[in-house]
């Protein structure tokens, strides 16, 4: 999507500025009319970018989107440009700023820039966040040559061992990811109704295989202190409950993604959770009632609306937990979060 929005020359020469003045770490830009606008200058006190990121904190604003310029060294090309775009800005603020994005890189000059990055969360823009941005890098890093010879000598090798490396699941990204023996071993027992009536996953990006997070026994009121408010997870939950006399124990598979999770984590589990549902359901025989998308921290009346929508299996409303109140819609609307109420998560 083009937007039609050029760089002003008052943007030009202060992007010339920084460039040429060790003594600024970088400049914010912002959309004026049709122009693109600099407003401030951010001083640097440090050789270290990390130490820098100090200065961002008080120019960040919860529904402000503005794009950040940002020295990483001094070199030709050693620069980043941010795209800030909290989700609490106006819907229209959102469009605006992403659309022109690019715009701004390729009106200062792309050889400028070795990253862009699009934010939505103040923090990814300090220290820590920006550490996981960086180990996330490392982690994506393309193999080398002789890297992928010997990863494919390495997998051909578990395969000769019976599988020993752990079974693989395919994704519609086309990459596929190990499962776990263990993970496989605690599935069937869910599937089983023996064991533990929580199994938590995780993916690990580094060794591309599906790890475990943890196990545990709750009831539906546990869950918010039980599954992680900080990283993504895929949560496969038998709920045993009563239900106008009958005892029923369906299988929910939870995926939540926390808003402060790094971009690259999103697109991996978004992108992945299909897999990860194929791979238990035709391999390992476990059957879901709901496949389920929640915002978390896990709170109350999230499955509230489910109940008696779409031939759903009844769900009691949840007690209050945690202290932040969400409100999930009915199963019938959240086509929109992902999830077929026919039973099936699209690609």
């Known amino acids: 999507m083009q937007s039609g929005i050029i760089a002003s020359q008052e943007l030009h020469s202060a992007f010339n500025s920084l460039v040429s003045t060790p003594s600024q770490r970088g400049l914010l830009a912002s959309i004026q009319g049709e122009t693109l606008v600099p407003k401030e200058t951010i001083p640097s006190n440090s050789p270290s970018f990390l130490d820098d990121l100090a200065f961002l904190s008080p120019l960040i604003l919860p ?66 966040g920006w550490e996981r941005h960086e180990q996330s890098k490392r982690v994506a890093a393309p193999l080398t040559e002789e890297e ?106 939870i995926y939540t993604c926390p808003s402060g999770s790094i971009i690259r984590e999103r697109m991996i589990y978004a992108s992945s959770k299909l897999g990860i549902i194929r791979a238990a359901e035709d391999d390992l025989g476990l059957e879901f009632a709901k496949k389920v998308p929640l915002p978390p921290p896990l709170s109350t009346s999230q499955v509230d609306n489910w109940s008696q929508k779409r031939r759903a299996f009844p769900i009691r409303k949840m007690a209050d937990i945690g202290t932040r109140r969400v409100t999930v819609r009915s199963f019938q609307s959240d086509r929109n979060h992902g999830v077929d109420v026919r039973g099936g998560v699209p690609s």
């Open 148 to 253: 992928e010879r010997l990863k494919g000598v390495k997998d051909a090798e578990a395969e000769a061992r019976g599988g020993s490396g752990g079974k693989r699941a395919q994704f519609g990204t086309g990459a596929s990811l190990k499962i776990d023996g263990e993970v496989r071993r605690l599935l069937e027992d869910l599937r089983q109704g023996s064991g533990d009536n929580l199994v938590q996953l995780k993916i690990n990006i580094q060794s591309e295989s599906i790890e475990l997070a943890g196990t545990s026994s709750t009831s539906v009121e546990g869950l918010a202190g039980i599954v992680s408010d900080t990283e993504p997870r895929y949560s496969l939950f038998r709920y045993t409950h009563d239900f106008e006399g009958a005892q029923q124990s369906p299988l929910i598979f």
């Open 63 to 128: 529904t402000v989107p503005v794009y950040l310029i940002l020295r990483l060294e001094h070199a030709p090309d050693g620069f980043v440009a941010i795209t800030y775009v909290p989700d609490a800005a106006p819907v229209r603020q959102k469009t605006l700023f992403a659309s022109t994005r690019l715009t701004l890189v390729r009106e200062l000059g792309t050889e400028r820039f070795r990253e862009t990055l699009f934010v939505t969360e103040k923090r990814e823009l300090e220290r820590e």
